[in-house]
């Protein structure tokens, strides 16, 4: 049993890690300044006799159910897009300010 959950774990992570391959290389390809992301939450989701399926709880509320045509199991992913064209880019200035100043060292 415990080789089973494993073996299905690792499936999950490898399917969750080739979604983001796939989508990741398929929008860099349109625009670098676009990132969708996917994360695999640590659980799966399964269909109850009712068809609703058991919640994704992790993520503070952002993971969803993702399942495969019939299938009554699935994973729990989140997924995020940032479109990083909506900020300006950094003056010297301040990136210069952003910069971390080493220890010891006073600011004036």
């Given at each position: ?12 992570v490898?399917?969750a890690l ?9 929008d ?8 969708f992301t ?5 659980m ?6 009712d068809?609703?399926?058991?919640p994704?709880?992790g ?8 399942h495969e045509?019939?299938?009554k ?21 301040e990136?210069e300010?952003a ?6 060292k006073?600011?004036?």
């Open positions: 049993m415990e080789v089973k959950t494993f073996a299905f774990l690792q499936i999950a490898f399917i080739g979604i983001q391959l796939f989508v990741a290389g398929a860099a390809a349109f625009s670098e300044d676009e990132y996917v994360n695999y939450c640590g799966n989701c399964t269909q109850n006799d068809g609703s399926w058991t994704c709880t993520d503070n509320g952002g993971c969803r159910c993702f045509g019939d299938k199991a699935g994973l729990c992913l989140s997924t995020e897009y940032t479109d990083l064209t909506q900020y300006s880019t950094p003056s010297s200035s990136l300010n910069t971390p100043v080493p220890p010891g006073s600011l004036h």
